[in-house]
């Protein structure tokens, strides 16, 4: 039976519903970076000067970065010391085969394609799988994942689990996919057009929670039944792995390296953005079980990415890559981060920001519908929301409503926004920051006040949209 080692925890103290001593960082820091302060006068001008969109904002501007856990990770000694040896041979390079043999040995897929994020994995593998006209169905398509699905004149259906539409039920795997509705679909009139079932573990795109097994397994069974390939973007494999063992009954006591082989067992191949949980700041994988598409992977991969031995990596990225891969599943470490998204939630909370229950491991997810409930969907509560934490204390999120997932006079499902959590980057304390800014601002809600887009209006709009207050603007205290 595995128990988690005691230097995780800290004895315990109690204030209402959070407990603060609950959690300690598994590491000591050997190399630090100052943080910029800046008055909120100063943080005002910033704001207007980005035209209130926080990702025209400098990080030199930013005291707490909580914009995205991707590709935000602090690397650790045995990995910085790792990028040193790096093969920078074109073909053939070592510093792959130790990748390649890190990522079999984890993932049991035979064949292993590096790439340098993501999206790059799900362009290549959708253009092998995927012809025009046909669908994918997903717990939860990822923005860039149905992107590339669409790229491909297909078309992207999600089916999340009913649960995962209330945000504040408790349900442990909100993640899963609806099963009713993907018999529906396999058994209906565009059932022949279902190119591939993709399972998003943890669901990003679905506030980050966790996929069970037993909604993985009745999947595989639904995905052999139709001979449809049942593929998984696995870019928080390990935390989904640690979210199982906590909370699915019967999977106590396993070791989050079984648990995520387990799941890897269950799926026809899968991609990963490493940028996650490969704890580094770039670099990705397809892996797969079938040779022949492999090696058609391997053709696209060759004309966008680079040779199979490299895929648009440097060898030293590989390197900390694969180390990263190692460290990631470590129980300690997995239990000190979900035990940080769960503190977080529950002094958020205590703070008065309505949150998503329950937490995951990546992020807290605000819900800025409830908090401002007098800013209508079309005037963005979730930028109100960003601007005001950033004004108040210099702490820079993002938004999930209707300006990254709405469009013309559609709203989003919720206006969330999402304070994401770097891995192994911000101790307790920069946290404890952050939730007393937010009982700041959240002082002032009823003051804050919408905003309308005044160009341009692109597809992904969130990345480039110039805003700007509505009503009277307010001087700051
Ligand atoms: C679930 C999920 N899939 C795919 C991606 C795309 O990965 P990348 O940003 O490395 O291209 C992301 C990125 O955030 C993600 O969260």
Redesign the pocket.
Known sequence: MHEFPDTVRAPLRRTNSVEWGAVMEPFRIKAVEPIPFLTPEKRQQILDEADHNIFRVRASDVTIDLL?D??TTAMSSAQWSSLFMGDESYAGASSYERFEQTAKDLTGFPEIIPIH????G?RILFTELLSSGQITAANTH?D??RANVEMLQCKAVDLPCPEAADLTDQSPFKGNIDLDRLWELLAGPDGEKLGAVIM?VT???GGGQPVSLANLRSVQEVCQKYGVPLLL?A??FAENAHLIIAREPGQEGRSPREVARTMFDLADGCWA?L??DGLANTG?FIALRDTETAARCRELLIAWEGFPTYGGLAGRDLEALAQGLREVTDPAYLTYRADTARWFADALAEAGLPVMRPAGCHAVYADAGRLLPHIPPAEFPGVALVCELYRTAGVRTVEFGTLTLGHDDQPAPHELVRLALPRRVYTRSHLEYVVESVSDAVGRAEELTGFEITGPQAPMRHFTARLSPLGKGRDIQ
């Open positions: 995205t991707s590709g994020q993501g999206r790059a799900e990822f860039s994942t998003t669901n990003n795109g973007d870019s928080r953005s940028k996650k990705g």
